[in-house]
């Protein structure tokens, strides 16, 4: 058996903040460390523990794995994958939903969010993401149990690695929250998900 954990980084917007479309041009860190801790906290109550830890080369995506394997106990070095960096917004990046829904409408939003259907003008390759994840979900060996550590925007592709991405997004939000937690395990020659957007930071 093989397991993928996949986690969304946690907020970068304190409470009252208007957040914005933050996309892979714009590297904020973490404005606090409940939700990337909680991450570690879950896997480690549940016994999903991380043979290798990947993140995102961003402060976001870097600080919640580190954050997260703190909580782990988990001392070996963290590796950054390019792979895994957010999605470029275009026009829209660092915008509030507002002026984003005022650009490319609501519908726009909800099929994005839906079937992750890219808006006009965002710079997002859905083919090239689908195969990100195949590849790297490929890579991992028998008996490991691999977190990747990445955006709501990358994150979204991941269930391309199990038999059917439209059933799948039939059947799930796709857009994981903040400190949201996905685990993927690898039997009979498929890829199941085990847990899908688990809020993590509310079960520790």
């Known amino acids: 058996m093989k397991t993928l954990i ?34 570690g906290k879950y896997l480690k109550k549940n016994g999903y523990i991380p043979t290798k ?18 909580e782990l106990g988990f001392n070996d070095a963290i ?12 026009p829209d990046e660092n915008k509030t939903e507002d002026e ?28 090239k993401l689908a195969k990100v994840w195949k590849n790297f979900a490929a890579l991992i060996k028998d008996g490991e149990t691999v977190l990747a550590v990445s955006s709501n925007g990358v994150i979204r592709f991941a269930p391309h690695i199990t038999a059917d991405y439209d059933a799948f997004c039939a059947g799930h939000d796709i857009k994981v929250a903040t400190g949201g937690v996905c685990v993927f395990v690898f039997e009979n020659g498929v890829w199941t998900a085990e847990e899908w957007n688990v809020k993590a930071f509310k079960f520790v």
């Open 6 to 39: 996949i986690a969304r980084h946690g907020n970068t917007f304190r409470p009252g903040e208007t957040p914005t479309r933050v996309g892979a041009k714009t590297d904020l860190p973490l404005v606090e460390e409940e939700r990337a801790r909680g991450i």
């Open 53 to 70: 830890i990947y993140a995102a080369p961003l402060k976001r995506t870097m600080e919640t794995a580190r954050l997260a394997a703190e």
């Open 79 to 90: 590796v950054p994958l390019t792979d895994f960096t957010e999605i470029d917004y275009g």
């Open 100 to 127: 984003v829904v005022a650009r490319i409408g609501q519908d726009a939003i909800d099929l994005w969010n839906a079937k992750a259907i890219v808006p006009d003008g965002w710079k997002v390759d859905p083919d």
